[in-house]
């Protein structure tokens, strides 16, 4: 150290001396040494340089000139070195380029030109040096070439001496705060090739005769702060590739010498004042690959010669005032990725070009664009539609609904069409746009529900659905979508209670649900402890702590969230009926009450009728009150009396007087309607089950035609169809009565005490298969199977109930349809959820494959464990593959089954559960396929 200091002392003071000494000091070790001692080294990259050698030609950074053995190069970029740049380098009087780049220096940088009169490059770039640049800081700059003092805290004005630096190629300066207007004498350095001065504070006007610079390829004047026009003279840098004047006040029209700038590439005019029309030789800049014209105020029509810029890859015009159409020369544009036209004035519709050049971004917001979305969208059908990420057409008046094919952008992160016109429901296939991240549709006229394929778009942070008409309940798969941190479905005519599981959304920043029908609780705990009262008000019956009103004890729960089955079948006793009787929940006392309000109605007008046919014949529906042993008889088709008909012509039931309906024995409720038990006057037991009268609005000769059909559909394995019994306001359908209970209650309620042999499980298995190919060879699709629809007679045989319901729906609508049979989740075929596909009989060859798993594992298609979601088929697919499938048999089988029969059989399952619905096998193979299973073990009696 003490060598250092006294030769820092004598460089300073006595430098003349210093190169007289014996032996004779080598002047670029005694600068390097005196540069290090002045600057901080944290993590000691300059260990190498040693006050003790001879030579520093082999320290780090350094580079010597072979035949002067004098320090040519010195490179220390991002050494993190801190402190001032001291005196030392001055010493090194052969250096050509100094490169401290990417360190923590601060100070000024005054003498190190000055004196170092070979410097040819100085990167000086990204440290922390300020003050101003003297006068003469270019005094000596006649050998340099380069100079980067970008991101630095330099200030001042940019010295006029550089017009001196004739040899100067490349000038950056970007990333200061110089002020003061440009030097005169800039343009007068012909050689240079790159000027940066972009992020200061300049000002003024850009002088005039840039024309000199005829080897500039690349100029950034961007955010300064400069004024007046884009010089005349800039078209005559034939050579530019890239120019940037964006951030700027700028004025004027664009300078029509610009089209001689045919290998430019890159033009951003950003953020200026620049007027006028954009000329048709716009056409001419041929490289022109990004172009930004955003933030000015251009008016009148884009060119038909844009057309021509064939290498565009990001065009923004946005925020000017551009009219009339699209062009439909941009067709033409074959490299699009990004075009921004928002905030225009631009009329007329879609054109098809946007959805066929495999553009990843498309922007129109805020224009007058009309018309539908449907035509463009759905001829572009091909590979370039999943090329799109951003889709923005938002604040414009376009019509109509969302075309089905918005499914087929499987890339789309961003679909804002917010403020439009649009109406009808938001398609199902919503849900194949699985990477959509944000989802705006609010301020429109859609209706209907929100769709629960919405579930598969798992990255979904926003989903903003405000201001529209949208009805039904917030679908409990919302609360899937784990990432979302946005939501608003404020200002819809949504009903129904929350699902509880909302709470699990821990992502959540807001959740305004305000301006609804909702009712019941707010989920408890998570973000919705801390939701502001606005988010969640004018809901009338919406109940919790943010609403200030409490909950009654017993609400209704959500379907998916409840395990039960909420679609008792037929013929199936609640095991806890009676228990239930007696807690009747105040919801359901409120439902009993509507809808008696709503019979008694029909009543009136039945009874008025009937009384004049005959004294002593009484009306249905008032059965339904009374609870009483009457029943309707008429066989009128009066419109306002029921026809009863029986397929068995039972003589018993047409001339008795018996109950039909008796709300005491409600069996259950479901997405067709309600069941009730009732007991003919020969003392047999029937299943009957009220349809719900909204969803099926056919005319009673459709309606009849439908159930002589599955009256006629006679097996052992199904539930038959006995009789029906129809009013416009009331329809109901008469059942045989089952005895034993569902399958559900079998596998995950214990029912009877009993847990099921592997021979019953394969019993059920094979006559469901049975029912299923039965239906399947009359052209009837079940839709609804699942182990609450299948029941098991008192034999041990399993019946089928529910088939073919879905046929009384208006129209096979697979989104009501999905609706209707949504408790049924996890039986649902994939293709449910995609409308290219179309619905066979092979949906329910998939819900069989569910079930069969769901009998031999005793587990439940989709379980909720915590936060989680275990979906039965993939555990036992895992498990298979990994070779453990024995682990998923029910424990209740208590390994006493034999794994030859239970393996091959599981593996069905699977099969059946194939994605594709091709894949999978009709139901009379699958009977084949088991039979086979279970011929070699036919013997096996010690595994019942
Ligand atoms: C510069 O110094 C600051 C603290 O003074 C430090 O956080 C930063 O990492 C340093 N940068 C470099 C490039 O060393
Ligand atoms: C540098 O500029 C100063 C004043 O701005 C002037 O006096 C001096 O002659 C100039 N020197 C050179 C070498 O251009
Ligand atoms: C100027 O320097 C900065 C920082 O090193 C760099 O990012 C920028 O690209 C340079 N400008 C030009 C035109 O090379
Ligand atoms: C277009 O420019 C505007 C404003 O200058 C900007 O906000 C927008 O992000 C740009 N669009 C694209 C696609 O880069
Ligand atoms: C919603 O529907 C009502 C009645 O059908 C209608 O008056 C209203 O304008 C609709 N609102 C919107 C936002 O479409």
Not at 43 to 55: F, H, I, P, R
Not at 298 to 304: A, K, N
Not at 497 to 506: D, I, Y
Request: glycine share 8%; net charge negative.
């Amino acid at each position: 150290m003490m060598k250092i200091l006294s030769l820092f002392i004598l460089l300073l003071l006595v430098p003349v001396h210093v190169r007289s000494l014996n032996p004779p000091l080598n002047d670029d070790v005694l600068g390097l040494i005196v540069f290090k001692a002045d600057i901080q080294d944290p993590y000691g990259k300059l260990v190498s340089w040693n006050e003790d050698d001879d030579s520093c030609c082999n320290w780090v950074g350094v580079t010597c000139d072979p035949r002067s053995n004098r320090v040519f190069e010195l490179v220390l970029d991002g050494f993190s070195l801190s402190g001032k740049i001291g005196k030392g380098l001055l010493q090194l009087q052969f250096l050509h380029k100094l490169s401290l780049a990417k360190n923590n220096l601060t100070g000024n940088l005054t003498p190190v030109l000055t004196r170092l009169e070979n410097l040819r490059d100085l990167d000086v770039s990204e440290n922390s040096l300020s003050g101003s640049l003297p006068g003469d800081f270019f005094h000596q700059c006649g050998s340099l070439r380069s100079i980067s003092l970008a991101f630095n805290e330099f200030t001042g004005e940019i010295p006029d001496n550089l017009s001196s630096c004739s040899t100067l190629a490349s000038l950056n300066f970007s990333c200061n705060q110089f002020s003061g207007s440009l030097p005169s004498g800039l343009w007068s350095l012909e050689g240079l090739r790159s000027l940066d001065l972009s992020n200061n504070q300049l000002g003024g006007e850009i002088p005039k005769g840039i024309e000199g610079l005829n080897n500039l390829r690349e100029i950034n004047l961007g955010r300064n702060k400069f004024t007046g026009v884009v010089p005349d003279g800039i078209g005559s840098c034939s050579l530019l590739r890239s120019i940037d004047l964006s951030f700027n006040s700028l004025s004027g029209n664009l300078p029509n010498t610009m089209q001689k700038l045919t290998l430019c590439n890159n033009l951003n005019l950003r953020k200026n004042s620049l007027v006028g029309g954009v000329p048709d030789w716009l056409g001419e800049m041929r490289s022109l690959e990004t172009l930004d014209f955003s933030d000015n105020s251009f008016s009148g029509q884009v060119p038909i010669s844009i057309g021509n810029l064939q290498s565009m890859k990001v065009l923004n015009i946005s925020m000017n005032d551009f009219t009339g159409s699209l062009p439909d020369s941009m067709n033409n544009c074959k490299n699009l990725l990004a075009i921004d036209f928002s905030q225009n004035s631009f009329t007329g519709t879609l054109p098809g070009w946007i959805f066929q050049l495999g553009i990843q971004e498309v922007l129109l917001s805020g224009n007058r664009l009309t018309g539908s979305m449907d035509s463009p969208l759905s001829s572009s059908l091909d590979n370039s539609s999943k090329k799109l990420l951003v889709l923005d057409l938002s604040h414009n008046a376009f019509s109509g609904q969302i075309p089905s094919s918005v499914g087929d952008f499987s890339s789309l992160q961003v679909l804002d069409l917010s403020e439009n016109w649009l109406d009808g429901s938001i398609p199902l296939d919503i849900g194949r746009a699985i990477s959509l991240k944000q989802l705006r549709l609010d301020k429109n006229s859609f209706v209907g529900t929100i769709p629960t394929s919405i579930a598969n778009c798992s990255s979904l942070t926003s989903l903003i659905l405000s201001r529209n008409n949208l009805t039904g309940p917030i679908p409990a798969a919302v609360a899937q979508l784990t990432n979302l941190q946005t939501v608003d479905l404020s200002f819809n005519r949504l009903t129904g209670t929350l699902p509880k599981q909302l709470a699990n959304l821990a992502n959540l920043l807001s959740f305004n649900i305000s301006h609804n029908q909702l009712q019941g609780p707010l989920p408890a705990g998570g973000f919705f402890n801390t939701i502001s009262p606005s988010s969640v008000a004018f809901n009338p019956s919406l109940c919790g702590a943010a609403v200030n009103t409490s909950c009654p004890t017993v609400l209704p729960k959500p379907i998916v969230l409840n395990p039960e089955p909420s679609d008792s079948p037929p013929g199936s006793i609640p095991q806890n009926l009676v228990r239930k009787k007696s807690v009747l929940s105040i919801s359901a006392l409120i439902a009993i009450g509507a809808a008696a309000v709503i019979v008694i109605g029909v009543i009136a007008i039945t009874v008025l009728n009937l009384r004049v046919r005959s004294s002593t014949s009484r009306s249905a529906a008032a059965l339904v009150l009374s609870g009483g042993d009457d029943y309707s008889r008429s066989s009128t088709t009066d419109a306002n009396s029921g026809k009863l008909v029986m397929f068995s012509g039972d003589p018993h039931f047409s001339t008795g007087a018996h109950a039909l309906l008796n709300k005491d024995c409600e069996l259950g409720r479901g997405g067709f309607g309600a069941v009730y038990k009732t007991v003919l006057k020969d003392g047999r037991p029937v299943a009957i089950k009220k349809l719900t009268v909204s969803s099926l609005v056919k005319s009673q000769e459709e309606f009849e035609r439908e159930v002589k059909k599955l009256g006629t559909v006679r097996h052992p394995n199904l539930v038959s169809l006995e009789g029906y019994y129809w009013t416009p306001s009331l329809q109901l359908l008469i059942y045989e009565f089952i005895s034993g209970g569902s399958l559900y209650k079998h596998l995950h309620e214990g029912y009877g005490g009993n847990s099921l042999s592997w021979n019953d499980r394969f019993n059920i298995i094979l006559g469901t298969a049975k029912s299923l190919a039965h239906l399947h060879k009359v052209n009837i699709i079940h839709y609804n199977l699942k182990s609450s629809n299948i029941l098991i007679d008192s034999a041990g045989e399993p019946k089928v109930a529910d088939f073919g319901l879905a046929r009384m729906l208006p129209m096979l609508d697979r989104y009501v349809l999905s609706k209707k049979i949504n408790s049924a989740l996890g039986y649902m075929a994939p293709e449910f959820a995609c409308r290219a596909v179309k619905i066979t009989d092979k949906c329910d060859v998939y819900g069989f494959g569910v079930l069969v798993l769901e009998v031999v594992t005793g587990k439940v298609p989709i379980e909720y464990v915590e936060d989680d979601m275990v979906v039965l088929c993939d555990m036992v697919r895992e498990a298979l593959e990994e070779g453990r499938v024995e682990e998923c048999v029910d424990g209740r089988l208590q390994g006493n089954f034999p794994a030859d029969e239970v393996i091959p059989v599981m593996k069905l399952g699977l099969i059946c559960t194939s994605q594709v619905p091709s894949n999978r096998p009709d139901m009379e193979e699958v009977i084949n396929i088991l039979e086979l299973i279970r011929c070699p073990s036919e013997g096996q009696d010690e595994f019942m």
